[in-house]
């Protein structure tokens, strides 16, 4: 009897074990079943959302499930474990970094064997040259496309900097490169790695093709204090200082410094070196030099709620009270007005005529929904283009107060990122917080190029960018400038 029982009971567990992984084989199979419906139906449903070159194919298609991520080449969701032991790898944050660093090597060896980046079906030198015959094509739109075609076919090449101290060029990293109206020099802002930056300038006048070699200028002029926006000034000639706005620190106020390009380099006859000029201004945010008649001499800094118009010959200030941070600002060279952004999202001109306590200076009123972080007039001053934290870029018409155009593609969630229009090459370009660098087309918004980063993408390593349809000079070629890490890329026609 004893025998039996003991039969008994272990039959029983074994019948226990058998139910429990048939149970949780069952849900496993339920699981799986389901996990591929939602993905046949994911399927069905992004027929209908039209694709962009920006877009990415695979688990964007498919929803994402809380808990679980789901692997486009084994074709399944995994679970993924808590995270907060800083080992697991199966993390969001470090799947979806594997993801971005695939894509960016693949781009890369996409380059590297010179393959040609088409930004639209039949978009290439023969469909062109035919259509031009057959009379589709005006000469204008012709030699647009051809623009567009030869820009989608750029190639990096690495630029050899020289420098007096050659150490400092394998350690000191860029954090920002500035060009002056005509390409021929750059200004650097350079992380110095025993801590703080150092200033320099690059002389572009020597870099021809195919040996891309620049010169850089140093000055023994270090901070340890953030730069938070910098500009050229045309003080006693055409970019002839430098602005910088630094951030204060510990009992340092923050301050506006004027500084001139002559402590590097001597670019214009009769140079001679100056002395920095220092006003204290805490908090800025943004600034901008005025090249408006009505307005010389003056520079313009964006604080918190408020915005101050400096002459620098006479010193005197007029202040202006707003409702948010000014992150950015840009002087019209026509009209008497200086345009701002606020971390708000709006946009607001200041008539420049008015005195600080009148009601009335406030000109136009646009409106973002985040915070704008760039606002660059264009030529004619009919048309205003900004970019957002929101990854938003709109052209905006001045006399309508209307958006007419949007450029999609561009990655930002919270980073203080520049744009740039060129309008004689009719191109925007703007570097994500993604760590790719975007061209569209002025004219229609199109994504002509999306070019990666040449090193590994960090929120730390955004590189910063310089286009100009002559860099060197006027008998420069145009290019696009890149400066990420250590290193300095060119990318020309």
Avoid at 218 to 239: G, I, P, Q
Avoid at 434 to 455: A, E, F, M, Q
Wanted: glycine fraction near 8%; include cysteine; proline fraction near 4%.
């Amino acid at each position: 009897m004893h025998k039996s029982s003991w039969q008994s009971r272990r039959h029983g567990r074994r019948s226990h074990q058998q139910y429990s992984w048939s149970r949780q084989h069952g849900s496993n199979e339920r699981y799986n079943t389901g996990a591929q419906e939602c993905q046949q139906d994911a399927g069905h449903g992004g027929d209908e959302a039209p694709s962009t070159s920006s877009s990415t194919a695979g688990s964007s298609s498919v929803p994402d499930l809380p808990g679980y991520y789901f692997d486009p080449e084994k074709n399944r969701y995994f679970r993924l474990l808590p995270g907060h032991n800083n080992c697991n790898p199966l993390t969001k944050e470090s799947l979806r970094h594997k993801e971005m660093e695939s894509k960016r090597l693949q781009l890369l060896e996409e380059e590297d064997k010179q393959r040609k980046k088409i930004a639209r079906m039949g978009f290439n030198a023969s469909s062109l040259l035919q259509k031009s015959k057959l009379g589709f094509l005006n000469v204008t739109s012709y030699c647009r496309l051809a623009h567009e075609l030869r820009l989608s076919c750029m190639e990096r090449k690495k630029v050899q900097i020289q420098s007096s101290d050659p150490s400092a060029l394998a350690s000191d990293r860029f954090n920002l490169i500035l060009a002056d109206t005509n390409s021929d020099r750059l200004f650097t802002v350079n992380d110095v790695k025993v801590g703080g930056s150092k200033y320099g300038i690059i002389s572009l006048r020597g870099m021809k093709t195919p040996t891309l070699r620049v010169h850089m200028h140093e000055n023994l002029y270090f901070t340890n204090r953030k730069v938070n926006s910098v500009c050229w000034a045309s003080l006693n000639h055409l970019d002839s200082h430098i602005l910088l706005c630094l951030m204060g620190i510990a009992e340092t106020p923050g301050c506006a410094t004027l500084l001139p390009a002559s402590l590097f380099v001597s670019s214009h006859p009769g140079d001679r070196p100056g002395m920095l000029c220092s006003f204290r201004i805490p908090g800025a945010w943004s600034c901008a030099w005025s090249l408006n008649i009505q307005a010389n001499n003056c520079f313009s800094t964006g604080l918190s709620r408020r915005v101050l118009v400096t002459n620098v010959v006479t010193g005197h200030r007029r202040s202006f009270g707003t409702s948010s941070d000014v992150l950015a600002q840009q002087f019209a060279l026509m009209a008497p007005l200086l345009f701002n952004g606020c971390r708000s999202g709006e946009i607001f001109a200041i008539d420049l005529r008015c005195h600080n306590q009148g009601k009335g200076w406030k000109a136009t009123r646009l409106f973002h929904d985040s915070a704008v972080t760039s606002v660059q007039i264009l030529q004619e001053e009919e048309s205003l283009m900004a970019s957002d934290m929101a990854g938003k870029i709109k052209l905006w018409d001045l006399r309508t107060t209307k958006c007419i155009r949007q450029y999609e593609g561009h990655v930002n969630e919270y980073a203080y990122l520049p744009l740039h229009v060129h309008e004689e090459e009719e191109i925007v370009v703007a570097v994500g917080q993604d760590c790719y660098t975007r061209i569209w087309s002025l004219h229609d918004g199109h994504l002509l190029r999306t070019i990666p980063s040449p090193h590994p993408t960090s929120k730390a390593d955004i590189p910063s960018v310089a286009f100009s349809s002559r860099l060197g000079g006027f008998r420069g070629a145009p290019g696009l400038l890149m400066a990420v890490q250590q290193d300095l890329y060119c990318f020309s026609y």
